[in-house]
């Protein structure tokens, strides 16, 4: 698949999770990084994405640990939680 069509596809999938919570996460980060994936950090966030919305949230936020197949560098990234926005 072309990778502009897959990183279109992953947006929506990280912007329509069922919680807008869940979306600013995921979507934001997604907008603040995806861009620059390789094609491995790409295939990781497709695996990402399958994982319930309230375990991905409570791995970034610390609140449970993360699984050794979603640890590394994406996963530190989405644990700063900078990219979320938030209305001022």
Do not use: C
Request: a negative charge; hydrophobic letters at 45%; glycine letters at 6%.
């Amino acid at each position: 698949m072309d990778r502009e069509i897959r990183l279109k596809r992953l947006r929506f999938r990280a912007w329509h999770r069922g919680t807008k919570e869940a979306d600013l996460m995921i979507g934001g980060f997604f907008d603040a990084h995806g861009e620059s994936w390789s094609d491995a950090e790409i295939e990781w966030f497709e695996t990402f994405l399958e994982e319930q919305d309230v375990d991905i949230m409570a791995w970034a936020m610390g609140i449970q640990p993360v699984p050794p197949q979603f640890e590394g560098t994406v996963m530190a990234a989405l644990k700063t939680l900078n990219y979320v926005p938030i209305a001022r």
